[in-house]
């Protein structure tokens, strides 16, 4: 089952522009990844969240976690047209284990 | 490191036709992931194992399906007998542990016609 949710589906900015992107999940989780992934190709890890954790910075990455409400927002600054991406979050599932993707937001950084 | 590898990168077979998928996962990672992407249903994990022995099979659609890890090194993914339906992108990841990053691999895009 899915069961990260992302929000929206799709993202279209103009190039310099902070592009937000929201993710929902329904259980407890040990922690919460975002993951990259071009058209094509494999996904790409690029930053993990602890359950214990509110916030963390990566670059021009910045990614919150509120575990009281099961979610999770993963901010880009200054967007770059080579940051069109589909973007993924998924959770690592405290009973099991294993990560769950969501459906992904599509990015789209027009030059 | 080359990452994780997987062969072929792309298979186009006719309905009915047994699909064998492979994968060779990054040294030292202990835990291994199939998963199944598709436009419909997103990205689906299949299986994984940890230190060789499968662990949840719960994603696998049917009996059609199979998935071994004879080593730490190898593990492939099997379809018998292929139907149309199953074409989608599948990938291959690994990771240290179960839980922390993953590393995919290019995927195999897989064509059943």
């Known amino acids: 089952s899915q069961q990260g949710e992302e929000d929206p589906q799709a993202l279209s900015i103009q190039e310099g522009e902070n592009a937000t992107m929201n993710c929902s999940y329904k259980t407890s989780i040990n922690n919460l990844q975002w993951y990259r992934q071009n058209s094509g190709r494999g996904l790409v890890h690029l930053i993990l969240i602890r359950s214990n954790e509110r916030e963390k910075h990566s670059g021009r990455l910045r990614v919150t976690l509120d575990t009281s409400k099961k979610s999770s927002s993963l901010l880009i600054t200054a967007s770059r047209a080579a940051d069109t991406a589909s973007y993924f979050c998924a959770t690592d599932e405290s009973n099991t284990g294993k990560l769950i993707f969501g459906q992904g937001t599509t990015l789209q950084v027009k030059p | 490191d080359a990452g994780v590898i997987q062969s072929p990168r792309h298979e186009v077979t006719e309905m009915g036709q047994e699909v064998t998928l492979r994968c060779k996962p990054i040294s030292g990672h202990n835990s291994l992931f199939w998963y199944r992407q598709t436009m419909m249903r997103g990205l689906e994990l299949l299986i994984y194992?940890?230190?060789?022995?499968?662990?949840?099979d719960s994603g696998m659609p049917e009996d059609r399906f199979s998935a071994k890890m004879p080593n730490a090194s190898f593990s492939t993914l099997k379809i018998q007998p292929s139907e149309p339906r199953d074409s989608a992108v599948y990938f291959c990841?690994?990771?240290?542990?179960?839980?922390?990053?993953?590393?995919f691999g290019p995927g195999t895009r897989l064509t059943v016609l």
């Open positions: 990841a690994s990771s240290l542990a179960k839980g922390v990053e993953q590393f």
């Open positions: 194992f940890n230190n060789n022995v499968p662990i949840d």
